[in-house]
């Protein structure tokens, strides 16, 4: 079993920072690709961020700018810096870990519990 420990949310005024991480640990073969998505109230699940296992990157074209995702490929960990931070920006945001089967040949997502952000002055 794999599980993900998301830390870092909590209340911040516009214009703000903060900055997420979540650490994957268990039964960890090979991890293809780990990112962040959020979902507001009312609103879909929608990308934010994604590292894959080469080092690309993709951002949600409405943090592009803003948000800078990054790894710890030894510790299994991924960070979101959340800077300029505006109020659409509240939402729960979820880690999610892509990871190869130990067939080496399929993938299985892995998500984790989410840790609220919330912009406001």
């Known amino acids: 079993q794999v599980q993900l420990v998301e830390s870092g949310g909590g209340l911040v005024q516009p214009g703000g920072s903060l900055r997420l991480s979540c650490a994957a640990s268990?039964?960890?073969?090979?991890?293809?690709?780990m990112g962040w998505y959020r979902q507001a109230p009312g609103k879909q699940r929608v990308l934010v961020a994604t590292v894959i296992s080469d080092g690309s990157t993709t951002y949600g074209d409405s943090v592009q700018g803003r948000f800078t995702i990054s790894r710890d490929n030894a510790k299994n960990t991924v960070y979101l810096q959340m800077n300029s931070l505006k109020p659409e920006d509240t939402a729960v945001y979820y880690c999610?870990?892509?990871?190869?089967?130990?067939?080496?040949?399929?993938?299985?997502?892995?998500w984790g519990q989410g840790t609220q952000v919330t912009v406001s002055s």
């Open positions: 268990g039964s960890i073969s090979s991890i293809y690709a």
């Open positions: 999610k870990a892509t990871l190869w089967e130990t067939t080496g040949w399929t993938l299985k997502d892995y």
